[in-house]
């Protein structure tokens, strides 16, 4: 029996099913579309709208729920500051969820949630990319790949030189 149990399980333990949906929601974030299974999509909704919801406090208490979730300050804080304040308004139904065709591998039923209101896509993905471009900056240093080295270049061997070199070898 099923009594009081409330969600679903997504045939994954209870560290795997946190993992999946603090990545489901920060990516709803930080691209402001997410396309995802129905059931899937459902949950990140309602997540999502409750973090929207505890980020219109406009506290620190509010801040510090939804950095506690979220766990990416600079992530946390556009949210607050950026996406809050365009649902001011309302009082809830932050995103749509909009039902898409079924995926064409398993038939499984697939959905599209957004923004209902939302910044131009311009000045989000611009948003976006700084906030990547400065976490990238600080830490890492570009360099080439390891194990990658250049290679001499090859020169092509007539048919000659390769019986002369074999016949050197010979004697």
């Known amino acids: 029996m099923k009594h009081r149990v409330a969600g679903k399980k997504f045939s994954r333990n209870t560290k795997e099913r946190k993992a999946l949906f603090l990545s489901l929601v920060r990516s709803l974030v930080e691209r402001g579309v997410l396309v995802t299974t129905l059931t899937k999509a459902k949950t990140t909704k309602r997540l999502t709208e409750k973090l929207v919801t505890?980020?219109?406090?406009?506290?620190?208490?509010g801040r510090r729920e939804v950095f506690s979730f979220l766990r990416d300050?600079?992530?946390?804080?556009?949210?607050?500051?950026e996406i809050v304040p365009l649902f001011k308004q309302r009082s809830g139904g932050y995103l749509r969820l909009i039902h898409l065709p079924p995926r064409k591998g398993d038939a499984a039923p697939m959905a599209k949630v957004e923004w209902v209101e939302l910044?131009?896509?311009?000045?989000?993905?611009?948003?976006?990319?700084?906030l990547v471009k400065k976490d990238s900056d600080s830490k890492v240093?570009?360099?080439?790949p390891v194990g990658k080295e250049k290679e001499p270049e090859k020169t092509k061997k007539t048919v000659k030189e390769i019986k002369e070199k074999k016949d050197k070898n010979e004697k």
Do not use: R
Not at 120 to 129: A, C, S
């Open 119 to 130: 910044l131009p896509k311009k000045e989000v993905k611009e948003e976006v990319k700084s």
């Open 54 to 61: 505890s980020g219109k406090k406009n506290s620190v208490a």
């Open 73 to 81: 300050k600079k992530l946390a804080n556009y949210l607050v500051d």
């Open 141 to 144: 240093e570009k360099t080439e």
